[in-house]
């Protein structure tokens, strides 16, 4: 187990041990963060959460891992479970990172996407302000909706202006598409308790940090439909594209994949959640865009890295025609719109952490994909060799 003797923090002040409250501990990010905690820290986890399985090898109790005494497992939903403010109330750090956020579903499931990411939330805010306990709340950053350049005509200079596409924590504005666009539920839900919390800091005294991922992506992340997800369900674009690359499927491009995405590696954004956790003096009352501007690709590109990838750690060949372009409305149903763009300004998180992502696409990429083949490639082809049931 970590010990507490000799850490310090980032101005060279005793860290003292502390007892966090997770809520959604069992998910891709709370998984990864509970075994960073675990594993070189000597707090304690409430983790709480629908689900365990992806911190399952962490509450087993082994000898190898002495910290069965660090982390319990607290199986609860928070829209209706009234042990929550007491599990908030004996911790010293409540972490939200308790969310819908999959853009199948902001489409198609508009009211649960804003109830979940709204509503759901405002008791856990709640119950930090009243008991006086610190609150890490994930956003995203899709709050930013789309870039001021995605405005401009296609051959404006201008576009390449960085003034007009970086995205940066106090000063971008947020823009998103008309009402009848239901993608952008998850964005103004996500926006607006961000405003909430802002408030309840600036009139009660609430001491928060709100943290807007980019794209992070890592081993554990999202579900492969049909082996440990729903059959009909449809992931985020690292799975999606994973789950096709499993199947020798070609890759689907949603409206030619034209879009353009920064992607971070788990463990380093991890370790800049780390630094929020262990430095409150720096961290309180700030908004931290988290992501890796020089992992910046379009999702074409991502597909076409992906199956070169793949390719390498698999030693399958590569598909004749590797990737298929669909229509928005195809893949996600009437009403999706999407940003253009997303490149996060890392000034603050630097000036006030020190914190820069390390891993290259490429590596972050192997490492992945090197999971998900380990992890689903028997299991995908058993069931691909299953017959169809003929009922």
């Known amino acids: 187990m970590a010990s507490a003797a000799g850490r310090v923090d980032l101005d060279g002040k005793p860290i003292k041990p502390m007892t966090i409250c997770m809520i959604g501990a069992g998910g891709f990010i709370g998984s990864h963060l509970c075994e960073k905690l675990m594993a070189e820290t000597p707090h304690k986890v409430l983790a709480l959460d629908v689900y365990n399985d992806k911190i399952k090898h962490l509450l087993e109790p082994s000898d ?21 403010e007491g599990l908030i109330k ?3 750090l409540t972490i939200n990172l308790a969310a819908i956020c999959t853009p199948a579903d902001y489409n198609t499931r508009p009211l649960d996407t804003i109830y979940s990411n709204f509503i759901d939330a405002l008791p856990v805010v709640k119950y930090c302000s009243e008991n006086n306990k610190r609150l890490i709340h994930f956003s995203t950053c899709e709050v930013y909706g789309k870039t001021i350049g995605s405005f401009l005509p296609k051959d404006s200079p201008l576009r390449q202006d960085p003034a007009y596409y970086l995205l940066k924590e106090d000063d971008s504005p947020c823009i998103f598409g008309s009402i009848e666009k239901q993608r952008w539920s998850y ?4 926006q607006l308790i961000e405003r909430l919390i802002y408030a309840e800091g600036a009139e009660n005294g609430l001491e928060f940090t709100i943290v807007r991922p ?3 992506i890592g081993p554990r992340m999202d579900f492969i439909p049909g082996i440990d997800g729903p059959s009909e369900g449809v992931p985020r674009v690292l799975a999606c594209f994973s789950n096709n690359l499993l199947r020798r ?5 949603v409206d030619g994949g034209e879009s353009q995405r920064t992607f971070v590696y788990i463990k380093d954004a991890i370790d800049a959640v780390m630094l929020m956790i262990e430095n409150p003096a720096r961290a309180n009352g700030h908004i931290f865009n988290v992501g890796n ?8 590109q991502l597909g076409e890295m992906m199956t ?5 750690v698999s030693g399958e060949p590569k598909l004749e025609q590797p990737t298929i372009d669909v229509s928005s409305k195809e893949f996600y149903g009437v009403g999706y719109d999407d940003s253009d763009k997303r490149i996060p300004d890392m000034t603050i998180i630097n000036r006030q952490l020190g914190w820069n992502p390390k891993t290259s696409l490429w590596d972050l990429l192997e490492s992945t994909l090197t999971y998900q083949h380990r992890t689903y490639a028997e299991a995908i082809k058993k069931a691909i060799s299953q017959p169809a049931s003929t009922n």
């Open 249 to 253: 499927e070609p890759l689907k491009l």
């Open 90 to 92: 004996t911790s010293d």
């Open 214 to 216: 980019f794209n992070w």
């Open 187 to 190: 964005a103004c839900a996500k």
């Open 64 to 84: 190898g891992h002495p910290w069965s005494d660090r982390i319990q497992f607290h199986r609860l939903n928070i829209k209706h479970d009234s042990r929550l």
């Open 308 to 312: 070169e990838v793949y390719a390498k």
């Open 293 to 300: 501007p020089n992992n910046e690709v379009t999702v074409r």
